[in-house]
C-alpha cells in the first residue's frame, strides 16, 4: 500500500509519484542569515506535466544563487513569482541534482529508473524567440531552475523538464554527480561559447575564483585544451589547491588595494593611484606567467570589485567574459580601454543543453574532476550556503545528500 509521505531514503514503488514530501524551505520572514534562512517542511508535490519527469532526488549541487534567495537580495524571488501568479509564498531553491528518473508525464522518452543529473536552465520550447532560432539560453521566456523558478533540489522529489536531463556520470557518487553542473557549464559556455574568443592552445586565462565553483572547473578546461591559466585567490591554502588542479600560478588578491568602482576620470590623483594598483596587478601577471603577454580571456564574476581591472588586463582585441556580479553590479567600465584596444566585455549566463552534454561528457571520461569539497547532511543546508556567503567553503563544489546516504 502506497503512503502520502515517506521518510528520506524511502520511496513509493518506481513510476508512481508520492502526495507529500520533506523540502527545504525559505520563507519571506527568514530572508536574512542564509545559516537561519532554510528549514525543513513537508509540502505537496508539484504534478508532473507532459513532457516532465518526477526525479528522486539523491543528492544536491550547492550554489550562490541560492545565497541570494535566503538573502531576499537582490531579488525577492518569492513576491516576483507572486507577482506572475505563483501562489506559494515559500521558496525550494537547489540548481543541481544527481537522481533517478521516478516517475514521466505525457510524450517523455526516458524511462523510469535512468540516473540523471540536471542543468537548471528552463525555456519554454514553443516561445516564438526559439522557434524562430534562438539559442534557448538567450529566450525571454529561459529562467533559473531553483532560484527563479520554484521546486528546486533542496527536496525529496524534483519535477523538471526532460531536455534539462543528462545521464549521470557513472564513475562518480551521487554526491559528485551532483556538484558540478551549474559551475562546470556555465564556465564551458564562458571558455567556449563565444567565437571567435574561444580558449587556444597558449592563451593566458585569467580567472578570478580560482578555487571556487567557476573557477576550479575553469583552471582545468583551460589547461585542457591548452591554455595557461592564471589564478587569482586569497589565500596560500587557495593558491596550492589551484595549482593541483593546473594552474601555471596564482595571484593573492589581498597584496592589492586598487579594488571598487573607478574615481572619477577628471579627479588625476586618485585616477593614478588606481592606474598604479591595475598596472603592479598587471606586472604581477607577468611574473606568475613567466612572459609579459596579457590574457586573452579574462573569467569574471566578482563584479564591481574586479571589473575595471579585468577590463585593464585583457589583451588587445581580447575578452571579460562575466556571469556574475557577488561584489556589487554597478561595474565601472573605462571605455577608453574598451575602444582603443577594441576589447569585448561579453556576458553569459549558464549554458545550453549542448554545452551541459558536453561537459558532462569530459567530466564522465575524466578530464575533468567535479571538485567535490565537502557533502552536508539535509539538515545542514542552511550551514553550506552560510559559508559560501562568508567566503569560509572549502575550495571547489559542495553537496547536500537527500534521498543518499553517501
Ligand atoms: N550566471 C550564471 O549562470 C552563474 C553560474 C554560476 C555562478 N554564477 C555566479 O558567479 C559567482 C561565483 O560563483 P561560484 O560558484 O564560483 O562561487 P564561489 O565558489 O564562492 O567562488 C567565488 C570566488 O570568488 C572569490 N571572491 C570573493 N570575493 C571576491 C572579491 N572581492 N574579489 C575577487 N574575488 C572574490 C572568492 O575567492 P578568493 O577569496 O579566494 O579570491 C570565491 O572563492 C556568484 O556570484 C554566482 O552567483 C553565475
Given at each position: 500500500m502506497t503512503k502520502d509521505l515517506y521518510e528520506l531514503g524511502d520511496?513509493?514503488?518506481?513510476g508512481t509519484a508520492p502526495k507529500q514530501m520533506y523540502a527545504s524551505l525559505i520563507r519571506q520572514e527568514r530572508y536574512g542569515r542564509?545559516?537561519?534562512?532554510?528549514?525543513?517542511e513537508v509540502v505537496d508535490v508539484p504534478p508532473v506535466g507532459p513532457?516532465?519527469?518526477?526525479?528522486?532526488?539523491?543528492?544536491?549541487?550547492?550554489?550562490?544563487?541560492?545565497?541570494?534567495?535566503?538573502l531576499g537580495e537582490p531579488l525577492d524571488v518569492i513576491a516576483a513569482r507572486q507577482k506572475q501568479g505563483a501562489t506559494e509564498d515559500f521558496h525550494i531553491g537547489g540548481s543541481d541534482l544527481s537522481g533517478i528518473v521516478w516517475a514521466v508525464g505525457?510524450?517523455?522518452?526516458?524511462?523510469?529508473?535512468?540516473?540523471?543529473v540536471v542543468l537548471a536552465c528552463r525555456w519554454d520550447e514553443s516561445a516564438q524567440d526559439i522557434r524562430l532560432g534562438a539559442d534557448p539560453v538567450t529566450s525571454s521566456t529561459q529562467r533559473v531552475w531553483g532560484y527563479e523558478e520554484n521546486y528546486g533540489s533542496f527536496a525529496q522529489f524534483a519535477v523538471v523538464d526532460e531536455y534539462m536531463c543528462h545521464p549521470k556520470p557513472q564513475r562518480l557518487s551521487w554526491a559528485a554527480a551532483s556538484c558540478y553542473m551549474a559551475t562546470a557549464a556555465t564556465a564551458y559556455r564562458q571558455l567556449f561559447g563565444w567565437e571567435p574568443h574561444t580558449?587556444?592552445?597558449g592563451d593566458p586565462v585569467l580567472i578570478w575564483g580560482g578555487a571556487g565553483g567557476l573557477g576550479s572547473i575553469a583552471i582545468q578546461l583551460v589547461r585542457h585544451v591548452g591554455g595557461i591559466p592564471v589564478a587569482v585567490v586569497s589565500s596560500e591554502e587557495r593558491g596550492e589547491f589551484c595549482m593541483r588542479l593546473g594552474a601555471k600560478g596564482w595571484i593573492d588578491r589581498r597584496e592589492f588595494?586598487?579594488?571598487g568602482r573607478l574615481p572619477d576620470t577628471t579627479d588625476e590623483e586618485a585616477m593614478k593611484q588606481w592606474l598604479d594598483g591595475a598596472r603592479a596587478f598587471g606586472r604581477r601577471f607577468w611574473e606568475v606567467l613567466g612572459e609579459r603577454r596579457a590574457p586573452r580571456i579574462v573569467?569574471?564574476?566578482?563584479?564591481?570589485?574586479?571589473?575595471?581591472?579585468?577590463?585593464?588586463?585583457?589583451?588587445?582585441?581580447?575578452?571579460?567574459?562575466?556571469?556574475g556580479g557577488t561584489t556589487g553590479y554597478n561595474g565601472d567600465v573605462d571605455l577608453r580601454f574598451l575602444w582603443m584596444r577594441q576589447k569585448r566585455l561579453q556576458g553569459s549566463h549558464v549554458a545550453s543543453a549542448?554545452?551541459?552534454?558536453?561537459?558532462?561528457r569530459l567530466i564522465d571520461q575524466g578530464a575533468i574532476d567535479p571538485c567535490l569539497s565537502r557533502t552536508f547532511g539535509f539538515e545542514e543546508i542552511g550551514l553550506a550556503h552560510q559559508l559560501i556567503h562568508d567566503n569560509q567553503h572549502p575550495s571547489g563544489n559542495m553537496a547536500v545528500l537527500v534521498n543518499a546516504t553517501e
Amino acid at each position: 500500500m502506497t503512503k502520502d509521505l515517506y521518510e528520506l531514503g524511502d520511496a513509493p514503488p518506481l513510476g508512481t509519484a508520492p502526495k507529500q514530501m520533506y523540502a527545504s524551505l525559505i520563507r519571506q520572514e527568514r530572508y536574512g542569515r542564509p545559516v537561519d534562512a532554510f528549514r525543513t517542511e513537508v509540502v505537496d508535490v508539484p504534478p508532473v506535466g507532459p513532457g516532465q519527469v518526477l526525479v528522486k532526488v539523491m543528492a544536491a549541487g550547492v550554489n550562490y544563487n541560492n545565497v541570494w534567495a535566503a538573502l531576499g537580495e537582490p531579488l525577492d524571488v518569492i513576491a516576483a513569482r507572486q507577482k506572475q501568479g505563483a501562489t506559494e509564498d515559500f521558496h525550494i531553491g537547489g540548481s543541481d541534482l544527481s537522481g533517478i528518473v521516478w516517475a514521466v508525464g505525457d510524450g517523455v522518452r526516458l524511462k523510469p529508473g535512468a540516473e540523471v543529473v540536471v542543468l537548471a536552465c528552463r525555456w519554454d520550447e514553443s516561445a516564438q524567440d526559439i522557434r524562430l532560432g534562438a539559442d534557448p539560453v538567450t529566450s525571454s521566456t529561459q529562467r533559473v531552475w531553483g532560484y527563479e523558478e520554484n521546486y528546486g533540489s533542496f527536496a525529496q522529489f524534483a519535477v523538471v523538464d526532460e531536455y534539462m536531463c543528462h545521464p549521470k556520470p557513472q564513475r562518480l557518487s551521487w554526491a559528485a554527480a551532483s556538484c558540478y553542473m551549474a559551475t562546470a557549464a556555465t564556465a564551458y559556455r564562458q571558455l567556449f561559447g563565444w567565437e571567435p574568443h574561444t580558449v587556444r592552445p597558449g592563451d593566458p586565462v585569467l580567472i578570478w575564483g580560482g578555487a571556487g565553483g567557476l573557477g576550479s572547473i575553469a583552471i582545468q578546461l583551460v589547461r585542457h585544451v591548452g591554455g595557461i591559466p592564471v589564478a587569482v585567490v586569497s589565500s596560500e591554502e587557495r593558491g596550492e589547491f589551484c595549482m593541483r588542479l593546473g594552474a601555471k600560478g596564482w595571484i593573492d588578491r589581498r597584496e592589492f588595494d586598487h579594488w571598487g568602482r573607478l574615481p572619477d576620470t577628471t579627479d588625476e590623483e586618485a585616477m593614478k593611484q588606481w592606474l598604479d594598483g591595475a598596472r603592479a596587478f598587471g606586472r604581477r601577471f607577468w611574473e606568475v606567467l613567466g612572459e609579459r603577454r596579457a590574457p586573452r580571456i579574462v573569467l569574471e564574476h566578482s563584479g564591481a570589485d574586479t571589473i575595471p581591472t579585468s577590463i585593464y588586463m585583457a589583451d588587445n582585441a581580447g575578452m571579460v567574459v562575466i556571469c556574475g556580479g557577488t561584489t556589487g553590479y554597478n561595474g565601472d567600465v573605462d571605455l577608453r580601454f574598451l575602444w582603443m584596444r577594441q576589447k569585448r566585455l561579453q556576458g553569459s549566463h549558464v549554458a545550453s543543453a549542448r554545452e551541459a552534454r558536453e561537459i558532462t561528457r569530459l567530466i564522465d571520461q575524466g578530464a575533468i574532476d567535479p571538485c567535490l569539497s565537502r557533502t552536508f547532511g539535509f539538515e545542514e543546508i542552511g550551514l553550506a550556503h552560510q559559508l559560501i556567503h562568508d567566503n569560509q567553503h572549502p575550495s571547489g563544489n559542495m553537496a547536500v545528500l537527500v534521498n543518499a546516504t553517501e
